[in-house]
């Protein structure tokens, strides 16, 4: 029960079922009949829930998604992860893709989904917001694509497509991913 963010206690039973998927929206009790079946998530206090963020003890952070705002852009979405005490959410890391994964699929989100990623066409690499190199892509197989339409890309990834990454133009909108640390004293 270490990584668990949400479980599933069944009293009559005396059965509890804990995953390490944090949900918003109450899930099914995951193939057990929903009759008698309570859902908790597990939370922190360093993550209040009324703030909309969802805390992971795998990564010592706490999450939230935003849904796609038509009135802001790219440029809005690190001020606003900012103002909440955190930053666009950096993926780094196959396991981390999937819990964040595994967390937008009780989402029914056909927009773009963005987190930290931006190049300049004329340079070989990928750069988080702290101008450190990516090492980790969960590229779509037709990405990145090599064109030079505009100077600046970013990332991108839709649900439909398995959440693959793709690089697209800064003017595209969607929802995005804000992450806060967890430091420990």
Known sequence: ???SMSMFY????????????GYIKRPSALGQSVAGWNYYLILDERCYRESGYVYSKIFNSCYKLHPENASLSY???SPICGNEGGELMKID?????????DFLDQ??????ILFQGHHRTAELHWYYNDKSIMSYFNWHPTQPEKTLTY????IGMKRH???KWHDIWLYFKGAFLCERRILEY
């Open 107 to 112: 989402f029914q989100l056909s927009s773009w």
């Open 93 to 101: 890391s196959e396991k981390k893709q999937q819990h964040i994964v």
């Open 1 to 3: 029960m270490d990584e």
């Open 10 to 21: 069944n009293g009559d039973a005396q059965k509890c079922i804990c995953i390490n998927t």
């Open 151 to 154: 100077a600046d890309e970013i």
């Open 161 to 163: 497509d398995g959440y």
């Open 75 to 77: 440029a809005d979405y």
